[in-house]
């Protein structure tokens, strides 16, 4: 039940603006996918082309092998949550969900009813009159109970509290083992959501920086603390994303393989290796484009 | 298979909240008839029935509605994955039954007026020369109705879709194209005399063949649906 999304060599434009710039990747079929990226690095353009809610300036956006563009089958298999305006909205939540359910195959109205029960939503109040977090919440009721092929969440926390966000966290893993489908969730709570990822893609200035493995990347990260001398010469030949020195002590954030014989050498001779987080690895790898 | 029924079930969706705006319309429109009525009966003037009273607030109603559209339904259904073609022949198609719907309201309110009036004196006003006075002959009132509401419809879709798609600045010259429209649309069913201003067209075409004033307004409904449709076709929708 969850698709592969392919772009190939996608750029988009307003007027001279380029947002995003020839982009070719995939996100692979059945995978929660990190999307991050720095603000206006093009996250939500990229998200709202794989929607079709707009059409891409130059190149291809393909579902399980179909354009995307007005394709009205691909265009079912995709729901797109993202930060709407509900300030005309007087319905309440049950009527929203009602034209969801009325769209959306595999909505399922039982397992609605058991979020808006976890995130405590109002039933009776019109969504115009609900706190940010709570229209957040129904976005993300709206989003799960779709149980859509690809399901986008683009920055889907937004004002939803510390436990708020914690469920729903604990319910795209949930129902993400019962009902597999290809997540996208674009974030700036890296640090937080960065356990629910498969895949991490970092997007910056509308570039491809990195698409890779969650485990990969985190493997490919590393803190090296050592004699300055000594922590030079081991990170020679990798990719330094940061460094820091007090005396003779060097610290430094290298990012790239690291064979499991150079690491038990250095270990040998007094270096320190520590993990790097994901969220520092973004911070550094973007920081260094700007 | 079934992506292929789509746009019965948005023209349905998009009647049915159109429809619920109508009847709230009609309600107050209803008792600002009432209220007239009971003015002229006072000043001893006379007031012309529901249903030619209903023509400029109905239009006004129904170019509201078109406006807003484009806004309320247009992103609504993209997001539930609906295509545009879709959802604009469903809006279409909406657009058709809401106009009939609101035809269908005003011809039984008037017809309700007419038998009060059998029964109890109303300072009512039959003007037979109007066209859409049903006392000439309800039907063919009932049609000009319909398609003088249809244009004022799409006219305000139209508008919608301009603003929607270019901004401010752009969207006032749909609101000029839209002007344009409206005075043809005028023009065919002789309201505005072109005639006096453009000194080559001849004088209104509802005075001479009502049959030339419909086909005039079913060209220029037509071209409203096909320059919408071509608005509408590859549109971003807004976020």
């Known amino acids: 039940m969850s698709s592969e999304i392919k772009l190939q060599d996608v750029s988009l434009t307003f007027k001279k603006f380029e947002a995003l710039k020839n982009l070719t990747l995939t996100f692979e079929a059945g995978k929660i996918h990190g999307l991050i990226g720095r603000n206006g690095a093009g996250k939500t353009s990229l998200l709202s082309l794989i929607a079709a809610f707009r059409e891409p300036s130059a190149g291809n956006i393909n579902i399980d092998g179909k354009e995307v563009f007005e394709n009205s089958e691909i265009m079912q298999k995709v729901m797109f949550v993202y930060d709407k305006n509900y300030d005309n909205e007087y319905d309440t939540i049950p009527s929203v969900l009602e034209i969801t359910e009325s769209f959306r195959a595999n909505f399922n109205k039982e397992y609605a009813d058991y979020l808006i029960k976890r995130f405590k939503l109002p039933i009776d109040k019109p969504v115009y009159k609900l706190s940010k977090g709570m229209k957040s919440a129904m976005n993300v009721v709206i989003g799960l109970a779709s149980r859509a092929e690809i399901t986008i969440f683009d920055e889907a926390y937004l004002g939803m509290d510390a436990p708020a966000r914690e469920i729903f966290y604990q319910e795209i893993l949930a129902d993400q083992a019962k009902h597999p489908r290809t997540f996208i969730l674009s974030t700036h709570l890296v640090s937080e959501m960065d356990y629910l990822f498969d895949n991490v893609v970092i997007i910056d200035q509308g570039k491809l920086l990195l698409n890779e493995d969650y485990e990969t990347v985190i493997s490919r990260g590393a803190s090296i603390t050592g004699a300055a001398d000594q922590v030079d010469a081991f990170a020679a030949d990798l990719k330094i994303l940061n460094e820091q020195k007090l005396g003779g002590t060097k610290k430094v954030m290298v990012y790239g393989a690291l064979e499991e014989d150079r690491l038990s050498d250095a270990l040998q001779s007094g270096i320190e290796i520590g993990p790097v987080s994901l969220q520092d690895l973004f911070i550094h790898l973007t920081e260094e484009e700007h | ?239």
């Not at chain 2, 109890?120 to 000009?144: H, R």
Request: net charge neutral; proline share 3%.
């Open chain 2, 1 to 239: 298979m079934k992506q292929d029924q789509v746009y019965p079930k948005i023209a349905r969706g998009t009647f049915h909240e159109q429809f619920k705006w109508s009847l709230w319309f009609f309600g107050f429109l209803t008792a600002a008839h009432i209220i007239g009525l009971i003015i002229v009966n006072i000043t001893d003037e006379q007031l012309l029935g529901f249903f030619v009273f209903s023509t400029h607030s109905v239009s006004i109603f129904l170019l509201v509605c078109g406006i807003i559209s484009v806004y309320v339904f247009m992103g609504l259904f993209v997001q539930q994955g609906v295509t545009r073609k879709d959802s604009y022949l469903g809006i279409a198609i909406a657009a058709l039954a809401l106009t009939f719907a609101v035809t269908l309201i005003s011809l039984v309110l008037n017809a309700i007026e007419q038998l009060i009036a059998g029964s109890m004196s109303l300072p009512l006003e039959t003007d037979v020369t109007n066209m859409f006075e049903p006392a000439a002959g309800w039907f063919a009132a009932a049609c000009y109705y319909y398609l003088n509401m249809l244009t004022y419809y799409l006219v305000g879709w139209f508008i919608g879709v301009g603003y929607y798609r270019y901004g401010w600045l752009i969207g006032f010259v749909f609101v000029a194209l839209a002007i344009l429209a409206i005075s043809i649309n005028g023009y065919f069913w002789g309201d505005a005399d072109l005639s006096s201003i453009i000194p080559l067209i001849p004088h209104s075409p509802a005075d001479a063949s009502p049959v030339i004033a419909v086909i005039g307004s079913l060209i220029l409904n037509t071209a409203l649906l096909i320059s919408i449709r071509l608005l509408t076709k590859r549109m971003a929708i807004k976020l």
